[in-house]
């Protein structure tokens, strides 16, 4: 009888429902945070407010530079291609751990359904053509979906960051 007046108590108290919230760490991010970075803004609003960046490359006017991204616990690049002082367009490299739900349904609450999807063994690509930009977004899937990367560039731009990329991946 000892045992069970012990037992019942401690049985009661493990299954007392938790009042905790658990938060992925993207549920904070907000796109308006890459606004910065979007086409046609300054250069010197960007260093300005996340300092001097990397000058990856300087070829014919147009510099290829790295900017380091804080947002709460987390940092992650954002390359920018800018001529004449003016962001040209952007590659912004997503932390793993970010959901990819959630990211993916804030793309949609702002440009609306994607124009094309294309899936490639467990990537999926996807893209908005929302004129005069167009917006490319990558995730992957493992046990989880996570992103990959994030890009903008204007719709007629042909020497982008992501055409860059895919040249210098194919030498």
């Known amino acids: 009888m000892l045992k069970l007046l012990i037992i019942l108590p401690c049985l009661l108290l493990m299954f007392q429902p938790l009042n905790a919230k658990v938060e992925a760490p993207n ?10 970075f979007m086409p046609g803004k300054p250069e010197a609003e960007l260093e300005k407010k996340y300092g ?8 014919g006017g147009m510099r290829t530079l790295k900017f380091q991204v804080a947002h709460i616990r987390y940092k992650f ?20 751990y970010f959901l990819h ?3 993916f349904q804030s793309l949609i609450n702002r440009l609306g359904k994607q124009t094309t999807y294309k899936k490639t063994g467990e990537e999926a690509y996807y893209t908005w053509d929302a004129k005069p930009l167009k917006h490319i977004y990558s995730a992957a899937c493992t046990i989880t979906c996570f ?15 992501m055409n860059k990329m895919k040249k210098a991946n194919s030498k």
């Open 27 to 36: 549920y904070n991010f907000s796109l308006d945070t890459l606004n910065d």
């Open 52 to 59: 001097k960046p990397e000058m990856m490359s300087n070829e």
């Open 77 to 96: 690049p954002v390359i920018v291609q800018v001529r004449e002082g003016e962001v040209q367009d952007f590659f912004a490299r997503l932390p793993s």
């Open 101 to 103: 739900d959630v990211f």
């Open 147 to 161: 992103p990959i990367f994030y890009a903008v560039h204007p719709a007629d731009m042909t020497s982008n960051l």
